[in-house]
């Protein structure tokens, strides 16, 4: 069965930086684009970061562009999302996803797998 596994996810303060990790489990992701979304309550799901399978292109939403960076390890089977810079309208579940495709996208549609999230909450 194929599985994305995030974790990282808690409460910090605002300026503060978390990293997310997405690990995935019977299958490897070396061939996989993995992207990273979030919802906050109330809203829609937005695409804020992607990789591709090589790991040399990433793309990010303007909304964290020069705040988050996303990367992969797959030696490790894992794909990383470091945010810097926490404000608290980056509250949201966040969730990663693979593309059998291999490119990046921040359209969700893109995307085959799915894991099920981890909350961020930003507060003092």
């Known amino acids: 069965q194929l599985q994305l596994v995030e974790s990282g996810g808690g409460l910090v303060q605002p300026g503060g930086s978390l990293r997310l990790s997405c690990a995935a489990s019977?299958?490897?992701?070396?061939?996989?684009?993995i992207g990273w979304f979030r919802q906050a309550p109330g809203k829609g799901r937005e695409g804020i970061s992607c990789i591709d399978s090589s790991g040399g292109y990433t793309e990010h939403a303007d909304s964290v562009k020069g705040r988050f960076t996303i990367s992969r390890n797959d030696a490790k089977n894992t794909v990383y999302l470091q945010m810097d810079s926490l404000r608290p309208d980056d509250r949201a579940i966040y969730s990663c996803?693979?593309?059998?495709?291999?490119?990046?996208?921040?359209?969700?549609?893109?995307?085959?797998?799915w894991g099920q999230g981890t909350q961020v909450t930003v507060s003092s």
């Open positions: 019977g299958f490897t992701l070396e061939r996989y684009g």
């Open positions: 996803a693979a593309s059998t495709y291999g490119a990046c996208s921040l359209s969700g549609g893109w995307y085959n797998v």
